[in-house]
């Protein structure tokens, strides 16, 4: 009787574990399947709610190529300054090989709406091919787009086209100056100096700096990640070199290629109408040149002078003047050994000032107010809608260490000029934590 007992107990409870575990498994099923069909409900409520756009490709790439043609996006934006138009393209064209084009645009529930582009090949192409080129474009009726690309006839395959997205339709003014950066490429590794640089920005004033980056150092990438973490300097990718013959040259003549210094005046142009709806002044310059103040402490103390006295004005000049690194202060007290095996110049060290050759052309640099340029170059505006200013020498200069422009001049012929020396107290504590901070300078040998 035990032995029978047991044995039905054994049986009953091991039914019952079955029974229990495949009700549990209908119960799950049911409820994944019922998520499923939910999930999908919500899904096809969602896509009810809006309008499908038509199946196209959105580049996210900073050089886009244009289908059909020789010719490369870079970036549209809302622009309707130029009465007739609404949209201003970037580009980069083939001056040998320009025709009629179109817009078309992306808007509401499709990407079929079109308008003629009227073409704006930029002047100074300094006899290369390819040139820095504007396209501008009217929105068609009823529409608000958010992409938009050029065709070569009106009625082409949009499917078969890359779409840019349009910028500046929403952005907020958040910045007093930016700096704009044209190209970096190379092995350009002048960390230091770097660093140096865009520390003396901050405490003048400058909020953003925007980098065009094709390729550098190691070390300075480092650095140019730690900045871009941090949310002082934007990157903005630049791998022309994928597309196009390149120069390290300003003149096709002597250096042959197809564009400009790595298209230095496509992205000096870009940047400006990247930085216009939310900067109100961008200072166009290279990455070894600052544009200092003499007569006031900061970048916001001289325009605040200057703006009373030229309200009309879109672009005031600064003479840039070079202090050649061959020269070097005697006493060498800002040769500081914490930053003996950093990569590069130490600013710091060279206060002797070439006098430009006043008898020949000597170039300048630019703070610009963005709302009132439509082209620039790399050393004047071509196009603008206000008036320019050159900044007086003694008010405003730009300190650039470089080799000697001049250089047959003796050193009793050069001025002595330590502006730089006014922000040692703040500026080498700084660069300090900026170098640390990009792993660049062990802790141990911070001052």
């Not at 490709?57 to 886009?64: G, K, L, N, P, Q």
């Not at 980098?211 to 941090?230: A, F, H, V």
Request: charged fraction near 25%.
């Amino acid at each position: 009787m035990k032995t029978w007992t047991g044995s039905t107990n054994w049986r009953w409870k091991r039914d019952f574990v079955l029974l229990l575990f495949t009700g549990l498994m209908v119960l799950l099923f049911y409820s994944l399947t019922t998520e499923k069909n939910r999930t999908k409900r919500i899904l096809v409520l969602k896509l009810q709610e809006k309008p499908v756009l038509s199946p196209v490709a959105i580049s996210e790439e900073s050089i886009t190529p244009l289908k059909n043609t020789k010719h490369y996006l870079v970036s549209a934006f809302m622009d309707q300054r130029v009465k007739g138009f609404d949209i201003r393209i970037i580009g980069i064209f083939k001056r040998d090989s320009i025709h009629p084009l179109y817009c078309s645009f992306c808007c509401g529930g499709g990407c079929n709406k079109t308008s003629p582009a009227n073409i704006l090949p930029h002047s100074d192409n300094f006899g290369f091919p390819y040139t820095a080129t504007d396209i501008l474009c009217q929105i068609p009726k009823n529409c608000d787009p958010s992409y938009v690309t050029v065709l070569t006839q009106p009625s082409s395959n949009v499917s078969d086209h890359v779409f840019i997205p349009i910028r500046n339709k929403n952005e907020e003014m958040r910045f007093n100056f930016t700096v704009c950066i044209s190209s970096l490429f190379g092995d350009y590794n002048n960390v230091l100096q770097f660093a140096q640089t865009l520390e003396m920005y901050k405490l003048l004033g400058v909020n953003r700096v925007v980098i065009y980056n094709t390729s550098c150092g190691p070390e300075l990438e480092r650095l140019l990640q730690s900045y871009s973490q941090e949310g002082f300097v934007e990157i903005v990718p630049w791998p022309i070199d994928r597309y196009l013959k390149l120069t390290r040259g300003w003149r096709f003549s002597e250096h042959g290629g197809d564009l400009q210094y790595f298209g230095q005046i496509v992205t000096l142009n870009e940047c400006v109408y990247r930085s216009m709806e939310r900067s109100r002044y961008v200072l166009l310059n290279d990455i070894d040149e600052i544009i200092m103040p003499y007569k006031h402490d900061n970048l916001v103390s001289l325009m605040n002078t200057l703006e009373p006295q030229n309200s009309n004005v879109g672009e005031f000049l600064i003479e840039n003047h070079i202090f050649p690194k061959k020269h070097f202060e005697p006493s060498r007290r800002f040769h500081l050994p914490q930053w003996e095996k950093v990569p590069g110049i130490n600013i710091l060290e060279h206060t002797y000032r070439e006098d430009p050759q006043r008898g020949v052309y000597h170039p300048h640099k630019m703070i610009v107010k963005p709302k009132l340029i439509e082209q620039t170059s790399v050393h004047e505006v071509l196009r603008k809608f206000g008036e320019g200013y050159k900044v007086p020498l003694e008010v405003c200069r730009i300190i650039h260490v470089r080799v000697a422009l001049r250089g047959y001049l003796k050193l009793e012929e050069l001025n002595e000029d330590k502006r730089l020396w006014d922000f040692q107290d703040t500026l080498i504590p700084n660069v300090d934590k900026a170098l640390k901070r990009a792993g660049l300078l062990p802790a141990e040998e911070q001052n």
